[in-house]
């Protein structure tokens, strides 16, 4: 008992020093933007959480008013708290959640700081009107990818390292099986789950097991670039994914295997927040395509045998899609798993479809879990 | 020049809390170093990490929150480890209690609150009790080691929620991580006003108090302690151990329960794959920490387990006022619990140094 | 053949892993720190083999570091007698946190130097793992150092009175058990999948410590249980696009498939434990967990 008062006094104690100490948090122009930055992963991911970074980077240089402050690795439980103590403390005004598994959290922040405007990823839900949310049609150089896949494979099936049977990973399977259809009519895409958005041995494990089954041609929707680095370990051509990952294609011999990778530019949408911000509007829903620049193909590696004929192609498809005349889910698409129509001739699917996608189209081999 | 351990045959509350601050404020110093290394001030930082915790009423809340589990989970370890027993499957035994309780809300969303809370409550007791109870039983039937057995269902118990979450109860919509639709209004538990702290906090608190007393002034409490220090003795004076093992074990689990159905019904509303308790910070792992730093003391627990709900709080935030790089919360986490581990020595010898003596 | 290939080189962690801690547990000495030795050995490893460009090098290095950090581990249970389920935890918490933080620097470098790969990506590692077998074996059965540390395991009593210094042979084998664990990390993060990113053991030290359960401390054991664990790991895999009939409806998910080894690790335990004879044969460290201080 007497433990327990001494233990009590000193708790007592403690609040009332924090009491004395309390001070009234940084005060800010009405015009200062802070970007309270949550990161679900570390920078140095090399891709998902990097690509947020290097935008955030490029922000705070691009604007003087502009300001940033970043919490890495932060989990659903302790969203809540960072953001109220970047807010508090720091005085952010625009919290950026980078990941889906906070669209809950994301509500419960906006509801508790109605002058905050709270952004996050991938998601579809804002009960509050300073929610805003955004993603893009990252299955536009995920197709360009697709086209290349398909010239390069010579066993006609195309390994791909995916995380989940989600929407947006959905998308890019289906893009690319697309596009590898379209220069060559015999190539599969041939996916395998690794029920993890990062998880590197096991990321390894799947790319290996997808080699082991034929597959020459890696592509892969992780978060860490693993799979990379085992096709090129194989001496097999690869796709990165999220950022640039030629760091990691590296094969024996020496030579680079990774032959581009789909990549994400957050600026433009940074941008976006911080004028509305500015303009006293908090809530958008953003779609970034490549004509905003929001996804794009990283620089494709010159060692890579892509007939002249594709790489032409390449160039014109996305020449096509930035001034958004060429749009990738155009009938006719059939279902893989009973072959039903689901994309007449002549018709193609909403960004809002695209954004619900639940199946695939007819030369994806998968069976979902 | 030698030193030697002579075992204390005092050890006293004053001990105790001398023990704890003396490791505390030696990992503090090793820290600092880490902070001087980093480029940032150690008094401003610790600074900032008490005012985080404890300088506001939104810190507070945070720390709070965070105490809920800490203290559950401790209790679910504290409760066995009196018979003698090592229930180190909190982990599991609270994600069993969010699944059950998330498991009624999402059976029986019309019922209203009064009635839908109490029935989730129950359920989460019994899930996690029933977890404990199986180990418990294997224990007492077979005397399979449980130090093995909860530490497996901590794994059978996260797969399951992986499971639920990302297919028989995932979200629909196109949500881009597998997660469970929330839970109805009806069934978040209420929360004290002007903070985010759910009221679980009092049943941890109620119950805390009450796992004193019965240890201390109840026949079934002396029994169970009985158990813990002599088996012997116990066996002797007709003490069932079969019950007291099912007991204590299903009682812990339960507690480790009720701190899932506070995560799931006061503070996240949903599951989700491998993120609903944060890998690093397992709460049912440092529950039992946070049980060893109270000195097994269920009412020293609840001071215990809201000062280590502050320094994870105040840790979190490390980055963000200090400006210091990500990893430094758990290396910070890692360096106290170390030392405080390691200065329990204090606690129950005295350490002397050989002097000519042979 | 693939397939076999690929279990095998899942296997290999768990067998590195696992026998440190089997050899740990025979002296009596629990280490639940196994999982924040091995993302130590991750690091240090990663670390040590990009700064000067040697797999090798990388690897001794993590063994080092992984058999410090396991020091930590000794002196709080060995020397201040202190409980090694609590100071296991800790350890954990304090290496996941530790190359959290240090680690930071080794994020944006590119792949590190691999281990050389023998034939078609099995790496010497690989043997090696298997080669610990028998070794380990023989160590513990057919040696005096192994009837110590069973000695010691057993009955630390006992064998005090017959002259032996129980702290050093303890000290001794949590050190291996170190070195391993850190070899295991450093498999991963040179070997398995090389590159370095925090917390990529995932959980795998664990792993490791229901593995030496499953084992009940016989290297023979060990290897069928890191299999079977392989085994599986990759079986969920290839079972995706299958379609078996029993198999496909019951463990609908792959989840659900992952929970075998954990459950029958609990059942193994419970059968072995249930039967006088059986845990008579296997004669495990009775001691396990215990500190020993004398009683004079």
């Known amino acids: 008992m007497k433990k327990f008062l001494v233990l009590s006094f000193s708790v007592i104690f403690l609040l009332g020093i924090c009491g004395l100490g309390l001070a009234g948090s940084g005060a800010q122009s009405d015009k200062d933007v802070v970007l309270g930055c949550c990161w679900m992963a570390p920078v140095g991911d090399m891709g998902w959480t990097y690509a947020h970074d290097q935008a955030r980077a490029k922000l705070v240089k691009k604007y003087p008013f502009v300001t940033s402050v970043v919490r890495e690795s932060v989990s659903v439980p302790d969203m809540n708290t960072v953001a109220s103590m970047m807010i508090d403390r720091k005085g952010a005004n625009i919290i950026i959640m980078n990941g889906a598994q906070f669209t809950d959290v994301a509500q419960e922040v906006a509801k508790e700081y109605p002058d905050v405007m709270v952004a996050y990823t991938e998601g579809f839900t804002h009960k509050y009107p300073n929610v805003a949310y955004y993603f893009g049609a990252i299955y536009q150089p995920t197709y360009l990818t697709g086209l290349m896949a398909g010239a390069l494979t010579k066993t006609n099936k195309i390994g791909f390292v995916a995380a989940m049977p989600l929407p947006q990973v959905n998308m890019r399977i289906n893009a690319m099986a697309i596009g590898a259809r379209e220069v060559n009519p015999d190539a599969e895409i041939i996916v395998k789950w690794t029920n993890s958005w990062f998880d590197p041995p096991t990321e390894g494990e799947v790319a290996r097991s997808l080699i082991a089954e034929g597959c020459d041609v890696i592509a892969q929707h992780q978060d860490s670039p693993t799979a990379v680095t085992t096709a090129a370990s194989k001496k097999l051509w690869c796709f990165g994914y999220d950022a640039d990952m030629s760091k990691f294609g590296v094969g024996p011999d020496g030579k680079n295997y990774q032959v581009c990778a789909p990549i994400w530019d957050w600026s433009s949408v940074f941008d976006r927040m911080i004028k509305d911000y500015r303009a006293g509007v908090k809530n958008f829903d953003y779609w970034g395509d490549m004509s905003d620049g929001m996804v794009d193909l990283s620089p494709i590696n010159p060692d890579a045998p892509i007939p002249a004929q594709v790489k032409a192609l390449v160039k014109k498809r996305k020449q096509e899609m930035i001034d958004g005349t060429f749009k990738v889910f155009h009938g006719p698409l059939y279902r893989w798993d009973n072959g039903k129509l689901m994309v007449p001739k002549g018709k193609s699917l909403s960004v809002e479809e695209i954004r619900h996608i639940d199946w695939f189209v007819k030369n994806v081999v998968t069976k979902l879990p | ?358 | 053949m693939d397939t076999i290939i690929l279990i095998m080189q899942a296997a290999t962690l768990f067998i590195f892993g696992t026998m440190g801690e089997v050899l740990s547990q025979r002296s009596g000495v629990l280490n639940l720190g196994l999982e924040g030795m091995m993302v130590v050995g991750s690091l240090t490893g990663f670390a040590a083999a990009t700064l000067s460009g040697s797999p090798w090098i990388g690897l001794a290095a993590a063994m080092i570091a992984g058999g410090l950090m396991s020091l930590i581990h000794g002196f709080i249970v060995i020397t201040l007698r202190q409980s090694q389920v609590v100071s296991g935890m800790a350890l954990t918490i304090f290496g996941l946190g530790l190359t959290a933080y240090v680690g930071k620097h080794f994020l944006m470098v590119g792949a590190p130097p691999r281990v050389p790969t023998i034939v078609s990506g099995i790496t010497p590692l690989l043997f090696l793992g298997l080669a610990l077998v028998p070794l380990t074996w023989f160590v513990i059965y057919r040696t005096r150092f192994g009837l110590i540390v069973r000695a010691v395991g057993e009955d630390p009593e006992a064998a005090d009175t017959a002259g032996i210094n129980v702290a050093r042979v303890r000290y001794i084998c949590v050190f291996i058990g170190g070195m391993m664990a850190g070899l295991a990390g450093a498999y991963l993060s040179l070997a398995y999948s090389p590159m370095w990113r925090e917390g990529m053991t995932a959980g795998r030290g664990w792993i490791c410590i229901a593995l030496a359960f499953f084992s009940m401390w016989r290297p023979a054991m060990v290897l069928i249980g890191a299999e079977l664990f392989g085994g599986l790991w990759i079986l969920q895999f290839k079972l995706q696009g299958m379609d078996i009939p029993v198999i496909s409806s019951i463990f609908t998910s792959p989840y659900l498939l992952m929970m075998i080894p954990y459950l029958a690790t609990v059942l193994i335990v419970t059968l072995v434990m249930s039967n006088e004879k059986l845990r008579k044969r296997i004669g495990g460290p009775a001691a396990l967990g215990v500190p020993y201080e004398r009683s004079s």
């Open chain 2, 1 to 358: 020049m030698k030193f030697f351990l002579q075992k204390r045959t005092d050890i006293s509350a004053a001990n105790n809390i001398r023990s704890v601050l003396i490791s505390v404020a030696l990992a503090l110093v090793a820290f600092s170093f880490v902070l001087l290394a980093s480029g940032a001030d150690p008094i401003s930082a610790y600074k900032d990490i008490v005012m985080a915790a404890f300088g506001s009423v939104r810190g507070l809340s945070n720390t709070g929150i965070k105490m809920i589990p800490f203290l559950l989970c401790g209790l679910a370890f504290l409760v066995p480890r009196k018979a003698g027993l090592w229930n180190i499957g909190g982990v599991g035994q609270l994600h069993m209690g969010a699944v059950m309780s998330a498991w009624v809300a999402y059976s029986f969303p019309d019922l209203p609150a009064p009635l839908l809370i109490p029935l989730m409550i129950i359920a989460a007791f019994i899930g996690g009790g029933l977890l404990g109870g199986i180990c418990g039983f294997l224990k007492a039937k077979w005397s399979a080691n449980e130090v093995v057995t909860t530490m497996m269902f901590n794994y059978v118990a996260i797969l399951l929620v992986n499971h639920l979450s990302a297919y028989p109860w995932r979200r629909g919509g196109g949500i881009a991580y597998p997660m469970t639709s929330e839970i109805v209004p009806a069934a978040w538990m209420p929360v004290i006003a002007g903070t985010r702290i759910h009221y679980t906090v009092v049943i941890g608190i109620v119950a805390a108090i009450i796992i004193f007393y019965w240890l201390r002034k109840t026949k079934t409490g002396y029994e169970i302690r009985t158990v813990g220090s002599n088996p012997q003795a116990a066996k002797y004076s007709g003490i069932s151990s079969m019950k007291i093992i099912l007991l204590t074990m299903f009682i812990g689990g339960g507690l480790a329960g009720l701190a899932g159905f506070g995560e799931v019904s006061g503070l996240q509303h949903s599951l989700r794959v491998n993120d609903f308790t944060p890998p690093d910070a397992r709460y049912g792992f440092s529950g039992l920490i946070v049980a060893y730093l109270a000195g097994m003391n269920s009412l020293v627990l609840i001071i215990s387990s809201f000062l280590f709900g502050g320094i994870i709080t105040g840790g979190n935030t490390l980055q963000i006022i200090a400006d210091l790089s990500s990893g430094i919360t758990g290396l910070f986490q890692g360096l106290i619990l170390i030392f405080v581990i390691g200065g329990q020595v204090l606690l129950r010898y005295k350490i002397k140094l050989k002097t000519g003596e042979p």
